[in-house]
């Protein structure tokens, strides 16, 4: 496996809508592992195929290290509870800077795995909250977005002083 290069904010390619895999071969498995690796060297929980400048629609969230690996392939929410939660949220393509973002609590997901097989599932606290964060992420909407206007421009003042 490899660790791919990861786009930085503010990349045009982090707010453009992923494309939906059609085919599950063993190069979609390789990219797999590459995010999977990209995103523990980064280090994040989660890393989606934009975040490395391929705009198709795979996502690969640990929560608890590789023992928790999920893979998510053309990933989409079905339903979302109407009660809402507050996590702090940051993106390894903007790494350094965080805030609480406010998402439905519970959520329902359908997906595909590697081998095109269709799930489904319902996912609450932190995997709920990946999910939406990276399902976001490949319909082109980053996670700053989420944000107020001015706590937006905060978030983006404090990345470009840290150098980055």
């Known amino acids: 496996m490899a660790i791919l290069p990861i ?58 290290g590789p023992a928790s690996q999920r893979v998510y392939v053309n990933p989409k929410v079905t339903w979302s509870s109407p009660d809402m939660q507050r996590h702090t949220e940051g993106s390894v393509s903007m790494p350094g800077v965080t805030d609480e973002v406010e998402r439905p609590a519970r959520i329902r997901v359908s997906w595909q795995d590697l081998e095109g097989q269709n799930h489904e599932e319902e996912a609450d606290g932190l995997l709920a909250v990946c999910l939406q964060h990276e399902i976001d992420q490949l319909d082109g909407i980053f996670w700053i977005d989420r944000l107020s206007r001015l706590k937006r421009e905060r978030i983006i003042k404090k990345f470009r002083k840290a150098g980055a």
């Open 7 to 64: 786009l930085r904010f503010p990349d045009p390619g982090l707010r453009t809508a992923c494309r939906p895999v059609t085919i599950f071969d063993s190069r979609l498995a390789a990219l797999a592992g590459d995010l999977a690796d990209t995103m523990r060297a980064a280090p994040g929980i989660g890393i989606t195929a934009a975040h490395v400048g391929i705009l198709e629609r795979l996502t690969v969230i640990e929560l608890d």
